[in-house]
């Protein structure tokens, strides 16, 4: 994997990382083929014995593995300059699995406050089944880290940028807390993708993706990869095989053939989030704008330090309320309503209606999720296109 690393800047890798190699072990074939198989057969009992002493390559079964899907996971090793990889069926799978494998009953995990929904709730419901406790800090409270650090905890896990709010937790400080007593640093750069910001570099332990959004790129494919020390990824890998969340190699390829264009979509969104997230500051109808982008941003400076480009995703609110976020969602004509993000398509929702309906007004203030909320995850539509759409849509707001 080291040599795959060598061979050229991110776009080069990003097309050619993980292939060549494996693809010719199987076929002449000029893009890596679909494995469709459930297992790998041995050519005689000796090989069997080989493999099981370590000497003879082989995935043996469909769970422990697949040319295609190693092929991807050799390809992220590249561009996030990892150790090791492991992709599953979905970015939940792959949190799940490795908080599993790392965290030891009774043990205790630090996250911030503004994260992904799905990931707090495992973390705060599932994991105090095995003694687990959480503790959930602000993304820049260094202090509260240190308490937390200081009272053991064994994992401290962040997106970053975060999701709705697009906070950028600053990566190399809290690896600096975290390193001296063992706590283990995990970062979602799901939102980031490893052109704008590569983690491990940064001190980071394992970076997490939810492949599903900019890596496959078009909507179409779930999954999910780990990617950092071998040492780390070995006990989520044997894990993996245990619980079973494997990717199909079908969706292995399209992530495949979704990451060639990566540095080219990702550009793409930034420029596009960054011409969104500067229009709506100056209306009038907008009371605020999230996006790392932005001088008036929280994280400004520490995106500054660690990004080469502030992402696709911006958040905003608007005027009104909920009613006045609902009127400027139904009246755009380019984004559809949808959840999820990272797509060539620009998709657009309001929190608090999509994923926390289920919340009183109350429980969704508490959870920092406000009414007049929206989120707008910027595809690769023309840039002038998008702001003409958004200036129709807030007259009627």
Known sequence: MSREREKGGPSTRAVHG????????V???LTTPIVQTAAFWFRDTQ??????????????YGRYGNPTTRAVETKLCGLEAGEDCVVSASGMNSVTTMLLALVPQNGHVVTTHDCYRRTRQFMQTVLPKMGVRCTVIDPADLAALERAVAEGANL??????TNPYLRVVD???VAERCRPRGTIVVID?????PVNQQALPLGADLVLHSVTKYLAGHNDVLAGALVGREA????????????????DPHAAYLVLRGMKTLVLRVARANENAGAIARYLEQ?????????PGLPSHRDHAVALRQMRGFGGMVSFEVRGGLDGASKLIDALRIPYIAPSMGGVESLIEQPTIISYWDKTPEERAQLGIRDNLVRYSCGIEDTDDLIRDLEQALERV
């Open 18 to 25: 993980g292939e060549r190699d494996t693809r010719a072990r």
């Open 27 to 29: 076929t002449d074939s």
């Open 47 to 60: 090989e069997v014995i080989a493999y099981q002493e370590g000497r003879h390559p082989s995935f043996e």
């Open 156 to 161: 401290f896990f962040s997106e970053s940028p």
């Open 171 to 173: 990566v190399r400080a």
């Open 189 to 193: 750069s799901t939102l980031a993708t």
């Open 232 to 247: 780390l990824i070995r006990p989520i890998r044997e894990l993996h095989g245990v619980l079973g969340g494997v990717i």
């Open 283 to 291: 209306h009038d109808k907008i009371e605020r704008v999230h996006y």
